[in-house]
Structures are given as C-alpha cells and as structure tokens.
T-cell receptor, first 113, second 107 residues
Framework: DVKVTQSSRYLVKRTGEKVFLECVQD?????MFWYRQDPGLGLRLIYF???????EKGDIPEGYSVSREKKERFSLILESASTNQTSMYLC????????????FGEGSRLTVL | AQRVTQPEKLLSVFKGAPVELKCNYS??????LFWYVQYSRQRLQLLLR??SRESIKGFTADLNKGETSFHLKKPFAQEEDSAMYYC?????????FGAGTRLTVKP
C-alpha cells in the first residue's frame, strides 16, 4: 500500500510564527502536492512539485513556500502564520502520467491564534 | 486555465433513491477526470476515473465533452454513500478539485 504520511495531525500556532508541515511518501512518486481544504471551498492547490527541487505554484501560493530536497519528502512552510491560514492541509502524491491515482495523507489541522 | 465546478454544496436523498452529483469543467485540452470521496474520519480516496469507464460501489460517471460535464450517478443510494465527493481534473502534473458536494443519504 502507498503511504503518504504527514508528520503532524494537529498543530496550534500563534500569529507570526514559522510553521513547517512535513509530508513523506514511500512509493517513489515523482509528483507531490499540497492542498488546503476548507468547507465550501473544497481543495485548493497551494503548490505542487514534479521532481526534486522543482516546484510550481497552484491557485493560492501567497503566504506559503515549499521545499523538495528529496524525492520522498515535500514540506510546506508558512513563513509568518496568520489567522486566515487556519485550515486543514492535505498532502498527496501521484506517480507521473495521466492515469495515476492521487494518494492522500491524513491531513494536518492547523489552528493559528 | 482548468476549472472544476460542483454547483451543489449539499445534496440529500433518501435510501434507495437515485442520486446525481454534478460536475462541470472548463479545459481546452482533452481532460482526465476523476471522482474522489472522503468518508467521515477517513482519507480522501479515489472513487473512479473516467478513463477506466468502471462502476465502483454502484457509481458511474460519463464524460460528456459537449456539455463539459462529468456527473456522478448511482441508481439506488445507500446510507453508507454519505460522504464528501470531489470532482477533479488532471492536466499533466497538475490536479485541480471542485468545491465538493456533501451527500447525505437518509434512512
């Protein structure tokens, strides 16, 4: 079974803090994604990466950055957390190619106070 | 740019009734479309993909390029179908989702 593991299930941070969300997949997938999931808005793509050290902006990259130093790990960074970044964050990975299935982590629920 | 629209945020049906969850897309190329489902307290997971033309858990979805739609259908809904459903479009390495529809199947 493909495993996508997100390091933190629940985090509580204060405004202005730097936040790291880590994601690791164990199936040698090329492509990895970070989404945020909000009621009524669905999943919105923040960033994705199709290879090590490669990244592409999604729909809502403002206030976020990412790092992909190794193929299996894709990190989401909030340089200075704000209350409007309180959300559920989902990491996913997919084998390259059009017919691949996206595999999701369990999600990281971030609350910014 | 690709876009996926799910016009219904909430959908409620009785057990045994037919159900249709709507999905429309805008994309200039040849789309790869999917339905994902999230049951309560579970991970988001693939339900079906249009390229496979498969039926999963009694659900089917037909790609209608003329209407740019990919609606999800089931003739007889079951209580265990209650979940959040997302339509998604894959373009090269980029997967975009709709806002989702919460389906509730009442006994």
């Amino acid at each position: 079974d493909v495993k996508v593991t997100q390091s933190s299930r629940y985090l509580v941070k204060r405004t202005g803090e730097k936040v790291f969300l880590e994601c690791v997949q164990d199936m040698d997938h090329e492509n990895m994604f970070w989404y945020r999931q909000d009621p009524g808005l669905g999943l919105r793509l923040i960033y994705f990466s199709y290879d090590v050290k490669m990244k592409e902006k999604g729909d809502i990259p403002e206030g976020y950055s990412v790092s992909r130093e190794k193929k299996e790990r894709f990190s989401l960074i909030l340089e200075s957390a704000s209350t409007n970044q309180t959300s559920m964050y989902l990491c996913a990975s997919i084998l390259g190619g059009l017919t691949g299935e996206l595999f999701f982590g369990e999600g990281s629920r971030l609350t910014v106070l | 740019a690709q876009r996926v629209t799910q016009p219904e945020k909430l959908l409620s049906v009785f057990k045994g009734a037919p159900v249709e969850l709507k999905c429309n897309y805008s994309y200039s190329g040849s789309p790869e479309l999917f339905w994902y489902v999230q049951y309560s307290r579970q991970r988001l997971q693939l339900l079906l993909r249009h390229i496979s033309r498969e039926s999963i858990k009694g659900f089917t979805a037909d790609l209608n390029k003329g209407e740019t739609s990919f609606h999800l259908k089931k003739p007889f809904a079951q209580e265990e179908d209650s979940a959040m459903y997302y339509c998604a479009l894959l373009n090269n390495n980029d997967m975009r989702f709709g806002a989702g529809t919460r389906l509730t199947v009442k006994p």
